[in-house]
């Protein structure tokens, strides 16, 4: 079956750090892979997404690239602010018209000024 | 602003009675909604696709008994958790999927606590 594992946090890095969370996942076919941000007191938020092999998803200055060779989709970003604070979940689809989505476990990112 | 809205966000109730959770989707017509349950430090498992007009699927384990989904209107999907008990203390998400544009929405959570 599908599944996803993503680094676990909590992450803590000062305003202007860069930002690595690595995302490795197993699935059957094709997936498409998203990046999901949850701020606190508010619900997911899709961030950015990749659908074939080598696209870049980017979005607020964060980036992931779809690598079919290692099964990863890392999450980059170069400066990271206070407000990038948020919890960060890897997921993915393997395709099919319902859009069901595996998550990862989901990575708690600390900001500090 | 939300697109998604679910609600409440927090329910407190006592063992044996049941509780119903409320998505609503704001800005669209969602024939496909989605309803997940994240543990602690754990990762949203989707428990169930609902559909708007027939019955709902679920996942493997979950029971279907226990947790009644009613996709009634284009707009609204509701999950009841009957008989609740303490193990069913969770972080309930629901998410609508725009056919307009193929994405996916996410409620804010409802926090159910089951005394």
């Known amino acids: 079956g599908n599944s996803v594992t993503q680094m676990e946090g909590p992450v803590t890095l000062s305003e202007e750090a860069f930002l690595t969370i690595n995302c490795t996942y197993t699935?059957?076919?094709?997936?498409?892979l998203f990046w999901y941000v949850q701020y606190p007191g508010e619900g997911l938020q899709l961030l950015l997404k990749?659908?074939?092999?080598?696209d870049k998803g980017s979005n607020k200055g964060f980036e992931a690239t779809y690598r079919k060779e290692t099964t990863s989709f890392h999450l980059e970003k170069g400066s990271v602010q206070v407000s990038d604070s948020a919890v960060y979940f890897c997921?993915?689809?393997?395709?099919?018209?319902?859009?069901?989505?595996?998550f990862g476990k989901g990575t708690l990112l600390t900001v500090n000024p | 602003g939300a697109v998604v809205s679910q609600h409440p966000s927090r329910v407190i109730c006592k063992s044996g009675t049941s509780v119903k959770i409320e998505c609503r989707s704001l800005?669209?017509?969602?024939?496909?909604m989605f309803w997940y349950r994240q543990f602690p430090k754990q990762s949203l498992m989707l428990m169930a696709t609902?559909?708007?007009?027939?019955?709902?699927?679920?996942e493997q384990g979950v029971e279907k008994d226990k947790f009644l989904i009613n996709h009634a209107s284009l707009t609204l999907s509701t999950l009841t958790v009957t008989s609740a008990h303490p193990e069913d203390s969770s972080f309930y998400i629901c998410?609508?999927?725009?056919?307009?544009?193929?994405?996916?929405?996410f409620g804010e959570g409802s926090r159910l606590t089951v005394l």
């Open positions: 990749a659908t074939k092999a080598d």
């Open positions: 998410s609508a999927r725009d056919p307009r544009i193929g994405e996916l929405f």
């Open positions: 699935a059957t076919g094709y997936p498409s």
């Open positions: 997921a993915l689809n393997s395709g099919g018209s319902n859009y069901k989505l595996t």
């Open positions: 609902s559909n708007e007009g027939s019955k709902a699927t679920y």
């Open positions: 800005d669209f017509q969602a024939t496909t």
